[in-house]
Each structure stands twice: as C-alpha cells, then as structure tokens.
C-alpha cells in the first residue's frame, strides 16, 4: 500500500486482505450468489458471466462497496470450461479502490449426473492459480476442489471441498454446502453454509440465504445476504447481481 494513506485506511486496507483469504473461498466456485458452485460447467461454445455491478460488506473495521464481483464462464470444450473471476474493493474510508481474488480455472466434470440430464450424482473438478491482485494481494496460490450435486423433484444439494494454498503462503481447508428449491420454479429461495480453515489464522464459519429469479434461459438476477464468524470479527455481506449465457457458436 502507498506510504500516503492513513492508519485507519491501511488497517482497513490489511483486514479487507484477511477477508478475500479467509471468509470468501478465493476460488472459481461460481454460481451466484454463493461462495460454492454446482458439479456442471458452461456447454461448448457457451459463454456465462455473472457478474454483481455494486454489493456491501460491513464489518467492525470498516465497510465497503464490492463493485464489480465477476466470474467468466467459457466452455471451450466437451465437458471443460475455462473460468476467469475478480472482485473490486471500494472501502469507504478511502478512494483507492483494489481488485482482489484474481484467479484463471479449469473446470471438469468427470462424472456426469442430475445436472448433465443423466441418473445419479454429477461430480466436477476444478483447480489453478489465485494471481496477484491490483492494490491488494501480491501473492500467488493455489486452489483444487471436488465438487458434487444431487436432488430430486424437491430441489437439490451441492457440496464443495477444497484445497488452497493462499496468496499469504498457508494451507487451507474449505467447505460448502448449498440448498435450493427446485431450478424449475422461477423463483426459488436458497441457501449455505460454509467453513474455512487456514493454518495460522483459524476457523471461519458463514451462512447465506438468499432468492434466485430466473428470467429466461439466458438470464437470471440474485438476492443473498450472507454472516460470517471470523476469529476476530463479525462481517455482513449483501448481494445482488445477475447471471448472463450467451451461445457463441455452435460444434461445426
């Protein structure tokens, strides 16, 4: 951080940093608005961006506007997608804003199941590089998961369990379960709970609840409020963005 900016401002500054590691799984899990995703990737030739224009984050330190939050979905081949994802930082008792969890994925689904139209569980890989932020962290990591769905006429689980070697240079141990209604309601409430342990720092629990409105196969909008417990304090997160698919082209 540049030497001109004020305690608060730094202080701020270094817990914001602590956050993106500890608090929100810095990987490609990507399905809004959750920390975790589903065992499924883009089609081929597809492109998904969600992306939030402007959410919240309070916490004891400080808040901040978190503007944009966005995750890129490219299926480039049968069964793999290529996912690029970052989150702006805006602190209130600031102007410098920082780009954070910056990181490019590949994705695979390695067992094909409810979310492939088939029988049984759907099961999904992903693993790559946590980059370098701009005015944030200057690290890199690492990040592997196994990722798994299932459900019925009721609605459907999605479990999420990772490794990471954060940009701070710790292991790391994360999990994710998600709930929602049947996908087929247009509107249908969801939810999760999640852990986070990172060697040196502790364990972090949160919980997310939230709405998903589906307005046509392309596009759909997010409501989630989510609490996390830190071991150091309590931090409160809205959300609200929109997730956009658009077929670029189509197997020859």
Not at 184 to 191: E, G, I, S, T
Not at 194 to 213: C, D, H, N, P, Q
Not at 228 to 243: F, N, Y
Request: aromatic share 8%.
């Amino acid at each position: 951080m540049s030497q001109n900016h004020s305690p608060l401002f730094r202080n701020f500054s270094a817990r914001l940093a602590l956050l993106a590691v500890t608090l929100v799984p810095a990987s490609a899990w990507a399905y809004r608005p959750f920390d975790g995703t589903d065992a499924d990737v883009a089609k081929l030739g597809e492109f998904e961006l969600e992306f939030q224009p402007a959410g919240y984050l309070s916490a004891p330190s400080g808040s901040a506007v978190v503007a944009p939050d966005f995750v890129a979905n490219f299926g480039l081949l049968p069964r793999w997608e290529l996912v690029v994802e970052g989150r702006g930082i805006w602190p209130r008792s600031a102007a410098r804003a920082s780009l954070q969890e910056l990181g490019v994925f590949g994705k695979h689904v390695i067992v094909e199941g409810i979310l492939q139209d088939a029988p049984g569980m759907s099961v999904a890989t992903e693993v790559g590089p946590l980059l370098p932020g701009i005015h944030g962290d200057s690290g890199f990591g690492g990040h592997a998961a196994v990722l798994v769905s299932r459900g019925g006429a009721a609605g459907i689980l999605h479990g999420n369990g990772a490794f990471q070697w954060t940009r701070q240079g710790h292991p790391a141990a994360l999990a994710s379960i998600i709930a929602e209604a049947n996908q087929a309601l247009p509107l249908r409430p969801v939810a999760e709970v999640g852990a986070m342990a990172v060697k040196g720092t502790g364990l972090s629990y949160s919980g997310l609840f939230g709405a998903i409105l589906t307005a046509n196969p392309e596009l759909a909008f997010d409501l989630a409020i989510k609490g996390t417990i830190a071991p150091s304090e309590r931090i409160w997160e809205l959300r609200l963005g929109v997730t956009w698919t658009r077929r670029m082209w189509t197997r020859g």
